[in-house]
C-alpha cells in the first residue's frame, strides 16, 4: 500500500508550495509530486502552466477560483472520491497563506480524504529572516486593505505590539504605511523587501522616514513589510 508521502498514493489532496520568485526553489518533493498528481489545482493556471514549463513538467492545470469557487471544490472533492490525486498550489509561495484554498482543504478533511502538506517558499517568512529582528515569534497580517481608515487602524495595532508584525502590501499602500508610520512611531525600524528571490530582489532596512526616500528610486511589485516589535519597558 502507497504510503502519504508516496506521489502514487491515490484520492489525496497535497497542498504544495511553489517559489515566490526564482523558480529553481521549487523543491525536489514538490517536482515528484507536480510531476505525478493527476490534477494541478492554482487560481492562476497561466503562472503555474509558466513554472511548470520551466521544469518541462507536463500537467493538467485547472482553475480554482476565484468565481464559483463552491461549485468547482464540489466537484474536485467528487473526483478525490474517485481516487484522484490533486495538488493545490498558489501562484506564488505557500497555498492558503493570504491565498484562497481553505474550502477544498476543509472539505478534504470534512470528506475522510487525505491532505498532505509538501512545504517550501513563503515570502512572510523569506522577508522575516532577512529582516534582523527578533522573531522568535510574529504577528502575521496577511494582505494589508487599501489605504483609508481601515488601514490606518492596522498600523496602529501593528506599533502596539512587542512581536514583529509582517503584511503583504502594493506599492501604494506601502506609501500610506510609511507616513502613517512617520507619525505614530518615527523611530520604529521596519524591513521593506521587494520582489523576494528575483534579479532585482531588494530589502530596505530603517524608520519609515529613511525609507520613504528611497522609495521613488525602487522598482518592484510583490511587497512584503516586516515592522518590529514595540520594545517592552
Keep these: 500500500m502507497a504510503s ?36 494541478v489545482v492554482s487560481e492562476d493556471p497561466k503562472l503555474t502552466q509558466q513554472l511548470l514549463a520551466h521544469h518541462r513538467i507536463s500537467a ?9 469557487l463552491k461549485e468547482k471544490v464540489a466537484v474536485l472533492l467528487q473526483r478525490v ?5 490533486i495538488a493545490i498550489v498558489a501562484d506564488t509561495g505557500s497555498p492558503l ?17 487525505r491532505v498532505i502538506p509538501i512545504p517550501g517558499p513563503s515570502a512572510g517568512l523569506a522577508a522575516l529572516t532577512v529582516a534582523g529582528f527578533p522573531c522568535e515569534s510574529f504577528y502575521f497580517l496577511g494582505e494589508l ?20 508584525t509582517v503584511a503583504y502590501a502594493t506599492r501604494h499602500t506601502v506609501t500610506h504605511v510609511l507616513k502613517a508610520l512617520v507619525h505614530l512611531a518615527p523611530r520604529r525600524l ?9 534579479s ?7 524608520t519609515a522616514h529613511q525609507i520613504d ?20 519597558r
Design 190 to 198: 521596519l524591513a521593506v523587501a521587494w520582489d523576494l528571490t528575483k
Design 97 to 113: 497563506i493570504a491565498d484562497p484554498g481553505v474550502l477544498l482543504v476543509a472539505g478534504a478533511h470534512a470528506q475522510g480524504t
Design 4 to 39: 502519504a508521502n508516496s506521489p502514487n498514493a491515490r484520492g489525496a489532496v497535497y497542498v504544495v508550495a511553489v517559489p515566490i520568485g526564482h523558480p529553481d526553489d521549487l523543491t525536489l518533493r514538490a517536482l515528484a509530486i507536480l510531476q505525478s498528481v493527476d490534477l
Design 213 to 232: 526616500r528611497r522609495l521613488s528610486n525602487i522598482q518592484g511589485e510583490d511587497i512584503t513589510i516586516v515592522l518590529s516589535g514595540r520594545k517592552q
Design 145 to 164: 486593505p487599501t489605504p483609508g481608515s481601515h488601514l490606518t487602524r492596522c498600523v496602529a495595532d501593528a506599533v502596539k505590539r512587542e512581536v514583529p
Design 60 to 68: 493538467t492545470v485547472t482553475s480554482y477560483g476565484p468565481v464559483n
Design 200 to 206: 532585482n530582489e531588494v530589502v530596505i532596512r530603517g
Design 81 to 85: 472520491r474517485q481516487g484522484t490525486r
